[in-house]
């Protein structure tokens, strides 16, 4: 089909202000239409060389708690935990710009793009994305794809993620599925929530605290993880990769409530990417199924697909 072109008739100038549309774009082959993207958006590494526009309000370095008591603050006066640059976005002049609502800890929201879109002379059209389950997540996809003219790679990048899971959903059918907690902060502990519930069960593992899809993570207490008791905890704090996850759970070590937890005992707490394949709800959740389904599951030898746009 043909591409959709911007309103003076070149190609679409596209801002990403979330990571996860820009992974969308750029495993769609629309990498070169995005002029400008979030401090967060560093996959593909081709997204880092795009102009940024935004940056974290949060003072730099804080410890875990301190993250959490100043996040909880920033958001009870109102205020963002994102800086936006107006005057680079109106110079960028884009038709097109991507942001979501879902989160205020995760990223600009669409109310501050709305203010900075405004006062422009040539409004871009404002696309959120706000997905709370996977289904959600592969939506997206389909959606984005037709806003800039790619239905077809959209449709067939779909079609991989699908099969991919349901290659995992058969390599564990009918395995004993051990208990797992997902925490997305660790100090406080915060339980996974929106897709993750959902990955965890697909990979073949049990989460003790699930609820209904797309319910979002929530504060927990380790009085509550320890009446879990789970064979498994994966950390997975949001804004970190893999080694800034590890690093976050090292910091547990020694504490009384922590070492407890049958799980750490055992040796069994598994720190993954949270940035790449479990926070940002883009086409590596996949990536992220599958690294659970080989944790929990090894005997299972699963054959998976090499990493969605990498």
């Given amino acids: 089909m043909a591409r959709r072109r911007?309103?003076?008739?070149?190609?679409?100038?596209?801002?990403?202000?979330?990571?996860?549309?820009?992974?969308?774009?750029?495993?769609?082959?629309?990498?070169d239409e995005v002029v400008g993207v979030s401090h967060e958006c560093d996959f593909p590494p081709a997204a880092r060389e795009r102009p940024v526009l935004t940056g974290s309000a949060l003072a730099p370095g804080l410890a875990p708690r301190a993250v959490d008591a100043a996040v909880s603050a920033q958001?009870?006066?109102?205020?963002?935990?994102?800086?936006?640059?107006?005057a680079r976005l109106a110079a960028l002049d884009p038709d097109l710009l991507f942001t979501q609502e879902l989160c205020p800890v995760c990223a600009v929201s669409s109310a501050q793009v709305d203010g900075a879109v405004a006062p422009l002379p040539r409004c871009p059209?404002?696309?959120s994305?706000?997905?709370?389950?996977?289904?959600?997540?592969?939506?997206?996809?389909?959606?984005?794809?037709?806003?800039?003219?790619?239905?077809?790679?959209?449709?067939a990048l779909v079609d991989s993620l699908r099969a991919r899971l349901a290659r995992v959903e058969g390599a564990v059918r009918g395995r004993p599925r051990p208990?797992?907690?997902?925490?997305?902060?660790?100090?406080?502990?915060?339980?996974?929530?929106?897709?993750?519930?959902?990955?965890?069960?697909?990979?073949?593992?049990?989460?003790?605290?699930?609820?209904?899809?797309?319910?979002?993570?929530?504060?927990?207490?380790?009085?509550?993880?320890a009446a879990a008791d789970p064979d498994w905890i994966v950390a997975m704090p949001c804004g970190?990769?893999?080694?800034?996850?590890?690093?976050?759970?090292?910091?547990?070590?020694g504490l009384p409530e922590w070492e407890s937890l049958r799980a750490v005992r055992a040796g069994r707490i598994a720190a993954v990417d949270a940035n790449g394949c479990f926070s940002?709800?883009?086409?590596?959740?996949?990536?992220?199924?599958?690294?659970?389904?080989?944790?929990?599951?090894?005997?299972?030898?699963?054959?998976?697909?090499?990493?969605?746009?990498?």
């Fill in 6 to 31: 911007g309103r003076r008739g070149g190609r679409l100038r596209i801002v990403s202000l979330v990571p996860n549309a820009t992974e969308i774009l750029f495993a769609l082959g629309a990498g």
């Fill in 75 to 86: 958001l009870a006066t109102g205020a963002s935990l994102y800086t936006l640059d107006e």
């Fill in 125 to 127: 059209e404002v696309v």
């Fill in 129 to 155: 994305l706000d997905p709370t389950r996977l289904e959600d997540v592969l939506a997206d996809v389909l959606h984005v794809g037709e806003r800039v003219g790619r239905s077809a790679e959209a449709a």
């Fill in 179 to 225: 208990t797992v907690v997902a925490l997305e902060w660790l100090d406080p502990p915060f339980l996974g929530g929106h897709w993750v519930p959902q990955m965890l069960a697909i990979a073949g593992g049990r989460d003790p605290f699930a609820v209904a899809a797309g319910e979002r993570s929530r504060r927990s207490s380790w009085e509550e993880l």
């Fill in 240 to 253: 970190f990769d893999e080694t800034g996850a590890a690093a976050q759970a090292a910091r547990l070590a």
């Fill in 280 to 310: 940002r709800p883009g086409p590596r959740l996949v990536d992220g199924v599958e690294t659970l389904a080989r944790l929990f599951h090894p005997e299972a030898l699963l054959d998976c697909a090499p990493p969605a746009g990498g």
